[in-house]
């Protein structure tokens, strides 16, 4: 069975910019998480998606938002980068609606200048 | 006070040895505890993950947890340079959640 990806695996943007990365989870697995992680902070959840609805958010601000298709793929999207941005972006996948295991992509390495 | 707290490390062992790592808790209505290996520039691999007290095995791996004293540790036997990495203990802090939280890891370094 494939692993979950995501795309696109690096971007550089600059300040001001927005940018859309996207999260295809293993088949058959419903609900996907967004996570930062960066040196300083470790790993942060951002939201996770079940069945089209945003069920968590996390401690982010408003220029973090996300949404996830009918095919459970998912994608979030970032506004008004900000240099404080720059991290890699993980999206996990699960079956269960119930804090079961969850499986990460290889994550999205972005860069802001 | 974190929520989730590991030691930062890095912790050394020989090879062959056991590797030891722990993990506490603040939440106590936590419900599932994962352990995550991430090797440097990759992404996060579960490698093991427990619900009850007690015991669980697979292969040289051992996760420990003790819910009365909120924590949860990471055995692994016969440890090889492949052990080499950071690991990364998350907790899911709140029923029906998919949120994880996660301790900011630690580096193990198996020597030759």
């Known amino acids: 069975k494939a692993g979950v990806t995501q795309t696109p695996r690096y971007l550089i943007k600059t300040r001001g910019q927005q940018v859309t990365l996207s999260c295809s989870p293993i088949?058959?697995?419903?609900?996907v998480s967004w996570y930062q992680q960066t040196p300083g902070q470790g790993l942060q959840f951002l939201f996770e998606?079940?069945?089209?609805?945003?069920?968590n958010k996390g401690n982010f601000p408003g220029r973090f938002s996300g949404r996830q298709f009918s095919n459970s793929r998912s994608e979030m999207n970032v506004s008004t980068l900000e240099l404080g941005d720059s991290a890699l972006y993980l999206c996990a996948s699960s079956v269960s609606s119930s804090g079961g295991e969850q499986y990460f992509g290889p994550g999205t390495r972005l860069t802001v200048t | 006070q974190k929520e989730v707290e590991q030691n930062s490390g890095p912790l050394s062992v020989p090879e062959g040895a056991i590797a030891s790592l722990n993990c506490t808790y603040s939440?106590?209505?936590?419900?599932?505890f994962f352990w995550y290996r991430q090797y440097s520039g990759k992404s996060p691999e579960l490698i093991m993950f427990i619900y009850s007290n007690g015991d669980k095995e697979d292969g040289r791996f051992t996760a420990q947890l003790n819910k009365a004293s909120q924590y949860v540790s990471l055995l692994i036997r016969d440890s090889q340079p492949s052990d080499s990495a950071t690991y990364l203990c998350a907790v899911n802090t709140d029923t029906g959640r998919r949120a994880l939280t996660f301790g900011s890891g630690t580096r193990l370094q198996v020597q030759p």
């Open positions: 088949s058959g697995h419903r609900s």
């Open positions: 939440d106590r209505g936590s419900q599932s």
């Open positions: 998606y079940f069945s089209e609805t945003q069920r």
